[in-house]
């Protein structure tokens, strides 16, 4: 199965009578999946359900989600003015104006407002209890209509998550074959390796001997101790169980690429655990002639770990 990546942008549409509800859907990269809503004012009450429907279908990425409803002529369907809001205001400001003036007579009362901006401010004036059952009932009005277009969006992000996904797979394998390259390499010196750790280990144990002769300090070091002393701190430089351990972790995220199931996750995971012993055998490596290959390793899982973070 081909990865999906979390960047992607989709669009849908759906007309009912002579309205039409347009659906777009922007995801980003995100650990986990977070879905942000953008909805006109009389569909607020499917929120909710907009939101679960989502993350049923995207499991990872921050979802941005815009729902227009628009009349078929271009213009939006725009809240108007609530009449029984506009009275209870008309009718406040008449008997402020009353008291004002039969108190203090020198006042003046000005107008009731000074531009219809300052009049939309007010509470309720577009809203109140006729507003909210008008929105319920577009609610239900709409909801199959919206779905459609949530649907449509959601489609076309899936498949633009699936072709930018594919190309993300291509990109993987080329660097998994990199490292494979590269741990086959360091496999093949691994006897060399060996062989020259003790060499540069015996190497230091005689100067440390011939430095403490030279003190007249006469020492000596029995053949068979000093070889299996030899022995024990190169085994302990062995990189074979990072090897093997390694590989199993390469071909872990081949098949894991192609199933069902894979997740970015659980990708970053085996990242992890790839750099571990890595960077285990980086450490026992120091100063011989395939530290370089180890350094490549390490550059090409974190390119690895950087693709990653774009997979669902």
Do not use: W
Request: aromatic share 6%; glycine share 4%.
């Amino acid at each position: 199965m081909t990865s999906q990546s979390m960047t992607s942008y989709g669009y849908g549409e759906y007309s009912v009578g002579d309205q039409t509800l347009t659906c777009e859907i922007k995801t980003l990269n995100s650990r986990y999946v977070e879905v942000n809503v953008r909805l006109p004012r009389q569909l607020f009450a499917l929120e909710t359900e907009i939101i679960n429907h989502v993350k049923s279908v995207l499991r990872r990425g921050k979802v941005d989600v815009f729902i227009d409803l628009n009349r078929q002529s271009g213009h939006k369907d725009l809240p108007e003015i609530d009449e029984a809001a506009l009275s209870h205001y008309l009718g406040q400001y008449e008997k402020a104006s009353l008291q004002i003036k039969s108190r203090n007579k020198a006042l003046e009362v000005g107008p009731f407002f000074t531009a219809f901006t300052e009049l939309l401010k007010l509470e309720g004036i577009t809203g109140g209890e006729k507003s909210r059952v008008r929105g319920e009932e577009a609610g239900a009005q709409f909801r199959d209509a919206l779905f459609e277009s949530l649907n449509k969006a959601l489609a076309n992000v899936t498949q633009a998550r699936k072709t930018e996904g594919a190309a993300l797979d291509a990109a993987l394998i080329e660097l998994l074959d990199e490292m494979e390259h590269n741990r086959q390499i360091v496999a093949s010196k691994r006897d060399a390796i060996i062989g020259q750790l003790r060499a540069n280990i015996q190497k230091r144990i005689e100067h440390a001997i011939a430095n403490i002769n030279k003190t007249n300090q006469t020492v000596t070091a029995p053949e068979d101790r000093l070889l299996t002393e030899i022995a024990m701190i190169s085994d302990k430089a062995d990189i074979d169980e990072e090897l093997t351990r390694l590989a199993t972790h390469v071909n872990e995220f081949r098949r894991m690429l192609k199933d069902e199931e894979a997740a970015g996750r659980k990708l970053d995971f085996i990242c992890q655990e790839m750099h571990r012993e890595v960077n285990t055998m980086s450490n026992k490596l120091v100063q011989t002639e395939v530290s370089q290959f180890t350094i490549e390793m390490k550059q090409t899982i974190e390119r690895i770990r950087q693709q990653v973070q774009n997979i669902e």
